[in-house]
């Protein structure tokens, strides 16, 4: 799979600026608009590297679904609202079946169909208290 450094970016809208009301967002742009690797969306198996596997994988392991652009992929982080207060990991996470693989790998099932569009991995690290940098394994479902 793409492995690719993520852009933070931290989006407020117009009103904001103007009356003090209005939404901030945090996200997450990959500088591309789609991946290189394309897969079926039928009974996906994924095997994901980590720094050990002695950790509950649900809790480590996130797939999600991005928003394409013509010349990005995007996906929200955080949102935080003037009225509607904090919104935080608002991704649209893809549902998964995972097993230790190995000393550091967990074997993943999708066992649902996945839409086409364009999905990240994100694995973090338990024992890292600072990750300074988000890295993305990407993949792409066409039609």
Do not use: C, Q, W
């Given at each position: 799979m793409d492995k690719s450094?993520?852009?933070?970016?931290?989006?407020?809208?117009?009103?904001?600026?103007?009356?003090?009301?209005?939404?901030?967002?945090?996200?997450?742009?990959?500088?591309?608009?789609?991946?290189?690797?394309r897969i079926s969306g039928r009974n996906i198996k994924l095997i994901v590297k980590a720094v050990d596997n002695l950790s509950d994988?649900?809790?480590?392991?996130?797939?999600?679904?991005?928003?394409?652009?013509?010349?990005?992929?995007?996906?929200?982080?955080?949102?935080?609202?003037?009225?509607?207060?904090?919104?935080?990991?608002?991704?649209?996470?893809v549902d998964f079946e995972a097993k230790k693989y190995g000393q550091s790998s967990y074997y993943l099932s999708i066992t649902n169909t996945l839409e086409p569009g364009e999905y990240g991995i994100i694995v973090t690290n338990p024992n890292n208290k600072d990750e300074k940098q988000i890295v993305v394994s990407c993949f792409g479902i066409d039609k």
């Open positions: 450094r993520t852009v933070s970016r931290t989006k407020a809208n117009a009103g904001i600026f103007i009356a003090g009301v209005g939404k901030v967002r945090d996200e997450i742009h990959l500088e591309t608009p789609a991946a290189k690797t994988p649900m809790t480590i392991i996130r797939i999600f679904k991005f928003e394409t652009k013509k010349k990005y992929r995007k996906a929200v982080i955080s949102e935080v609202g003037t009225f509607s207060g904090a919104k935080g990991n608002d991704l649209e996470y």
